[in-house]
C-alpha cells in the first residue's frame, strides 16, 4: 500500500472515521432532569445504531482509503472498493439523520406523547456531524482539486545523474557516490591527475576515448536538447511499453519519483525504480524534481 498516493480528501475522511469512533462512546440520549447518577447507554448499547452508523461508517473509511493506496483498484460484487466506500459513508450519513429525528426509535409513540421521549444525546450529535463529512469528502474527492492534492508531499530527489548514471547506486537513480580522491566528473576505475596512470606526460598521445555507453548517441552528447530529470505524476497513470504495445507494463503512483530519460514524441520513456523502462503517454500536471 503507498501512504504517498492517499490525498488531502482521504485524510478529512480519515479524520472524519477517528471523530465518529469517539462518538460511539459518548451518550446517545439527553434528558432533562435525569439524576447525576443516571448512566445512559452509549452506541455500543444499541445494535442497530452501531450497525447501521458506527460500524458502516468505519468501514467505508477504511475502503475508500485502502483503494486509494492499492496499485491495482479492486472490486467487490462488480464495485470498486472506492464506490463501495463511499456508498457506505452516504448509508451511515442517512441513518444518522433519522436517529437525531428519533433518538428512540419509535418507542417514545407508544402510548404517549411524541414529544416525552429523550432528545438525541452528544453521541449521535457528533456521529451525525462525522458521517456527513465522511460523506462529503468522499463525494467531492474527484471533483475538487484542492482535495484531490497529495497528503503527503514526494520528498525532492537528489540532482539527477546524467543518463547512464554512475555505478554505485541504483541506474538512473540518486546513491552513486564518488570515491575517496577521486576527481569531480571522473568515473569510477579511471585515474585522476596525479595518480598512478592518471597523468599525461608532457608530449604524449593522449588517451583513446573510451566506448560511448550501449544506446548512447555517438559523441557523448545526448540526442537533441532533452536532459533527463526527476518527475511525479499527480494520479496514476500506466506505463507502456516502448514497442508500443497497448497493454501496460507498470502503473506509476504519486508521490514516487522516476527518471525521465527520453522524450518520445509528445511522452517521455521513463524508467522505475525495479529498472523497467516503458512510455508515460499521458504528462500532463507531472511535478519535475
Known amino acids: 500500500m503507498n501512504i504517498r498516493s492517499l490525498t488531502r480528501g482521504d485524510g478529512v475522511v480519515i479524520g472524519a472515521a477517528v471523530l465518529l469512533f469517539i462518538a460511539s462512546f459518548l451518550d446517545i440520549y439527553s434528558i432533562d432532569g435525569a439524576p447525576d447518577g443516571v448512566e445512559l447507554p452509549n452506541s455500543w448499547s444499541s445494535g442497530p445504531l452501531l450497525m447501521s452508523v458506527v460500524l458502516a461508517g468505519i468501514i467505508g473509511a477504511a475502503l475508500i482509503v485502502v483503494s486509494r493506496g492499492l496499485p491495482q483498484p479492486r ?71 484542492a482535495l484531490k492534492a497529495a497528503l503527503v508531499g514526494a520528498p525532492r530527489p537528489q540532482q539527477p545523474q546524467p543518463y547512464g548514471g554512475q555505478p554505485g547506486g541504483s541506474y538512473g537513480y540518486p546513491g552513486a557516490q564518488q570515491q575517496p580522491g577521486q576527481p569531480y566528473g571522473a568515473q569510477p576505475g579511471q585515474p585522476g591527475p596525479g595518480q598512478p596512470g592518471g597523468g599525461q606526460p608532457f608530449g604524449g598521445q593522449p588517451q583513446q576515448a573510451a566506448a560511448p555507453a550501449p544506446g548512447a548517441p555517438q559523441g557523448g552528447q545526448p540526442a537533441g536538447d532533452f536532459s533527463p530529470f526527476w518527475f511525479a505524476v499527480p494520479v496514476p497513470r500506466p506505463l507502456y511499453a516502448e514497442d508500443g504495445s497497448p497493454t501496460p507494463i507498470a502503473e506509476l503512483a504519486p508521490g514516487t519519483w522516476y527518471l525521465a530519460v527520453e522524450q518520445r514524441g509528445p511522452g517521455l520513456v521513463a524508467q522505475t525504480q525495479d529498472g523497467r523502462r516503458g512510455v508515460l503517454q499521458d504528462t500532463t500536471g507531472i511535478q519535475r524534481g
Open 75 to 145: 472490486k467487490v460484487a462488480g464495485l470498486d472498493l472506492g464506490q463501495f466506500g463511499v456508498a457506505c459513508a452516504v448509508l451511515a450519513a442517512w441513518a444518522a439523520l433519522g436517529n437525531i429525528f428519533d433518538p428512540s426509535g419509535g418507542a417514545n409513540n407508544v402510548g404517549t406523547s411524541s414529544s416525552d421521549g429523550p432528545d438525541a444525546g452528544i453521541g449521535l450529535i457528533l456521529a451525525l456531524i462525522a458521517t456527513l463529512v465522511m460523506a462529503a469528502a468522499a463525494i467531492a474527492t474527484p471533483l475538487v482539486p
